[in-house]
């Protein structure tokens, strides 16, 4: 599977690389009809490989200011329709990471079916067993720590060897530069807690407007 995932990406990248030499000879509806046949290409992409391919996905569709308009509005669907992970995933990964057995070792209930997904993680609704709050818990998607950095290895050496094929046409090296240092930051959950928990001392101390 991961070699196929692979020969796709290479094969888009191909694509993505062709696309702009036709951009060169066209113009008006043309040149909107191979954007978008573009960037549909990069959103299969990004919706096969899953987990930082569509973080990439995500970002470049918040670039408006910089990429046609046809990118924007086909990417723009990772938003809304990330991968969901399995319940029996869910609690494969619970379970990894508090070792315990199942999610009602210590919760009071834990919804099977997650309120929101995004690219690195889903949110489910529970109860705490000890308190009785109700919680938002995030859980990471299955797997996504052990591919992570290689997927993100592969995004990165794709595009600089565009970049270093295509000096002249392709221009957004950049976005590797960018993504791959603050990735590693948004999988620690730990750290993202720690960041959560100063927020909340500042709300409290200082106040909501």
Not at 52 to 70: F, R, S
Not at 146 to 161: H, K, Q, Y
Request: aromatic content about 6%.
């Amino acid at each position: 599977i991961k070699q196929q995932q692979k020969q796709d990406m290479h094969q888009t990248a191909e694509d993505l690389c062709h696309a702009q030499q036709e951009l060169r000879h066209c113009g008006g509806d043309r040149r909107s009809a191979i954007h978008t046949k573009a960037a549909t290409r990069l959103l299969n992409l990004c919706r096969l490989n899953g987990g930082v391919y569509i973080k990439v996905g995500q970002h470049l569709a918040n670039l408006d200011y910089l990429i046609p308009q046809e990118y924007i509005d086909v990417l723009h669907s990772l938003f809304d329709d990330a991968p969901v992970t399995s319940y029996d995933d869910v609690c494969q990964v619970i379970q990894e990471d508090l070792n315990i057995e199942h999610p009602l070792d210590i919760f009071d209930t834990f919804e099977r079916t997650p309120i929101a997904s995004a690219s690195l993680a889903q949110v489910h609704v529970a109860t705490c067993k000890s308190t009785g709050k109700r919680l938002a818990v995030k859980v990471q998607h299955r797997g996504l720590r052990e591919t992570s950095a290689g997927d993100l290895f592969a995004v990165t050496s794709v595009i600089r060897i565009i970049e270093w094929l295509f000096p002249k046409d392709f221009t957004f090296g950049w976005i590797a530069d960018e993504i791959a240092p603050q990735l590693p930051k948004e999988l620690d959950f730990c750290n993202e807690g720690r960041n959560a928990e100063k927020a909340a001392a500042h709300i409290s101390k200082l106040g909501t407007p």
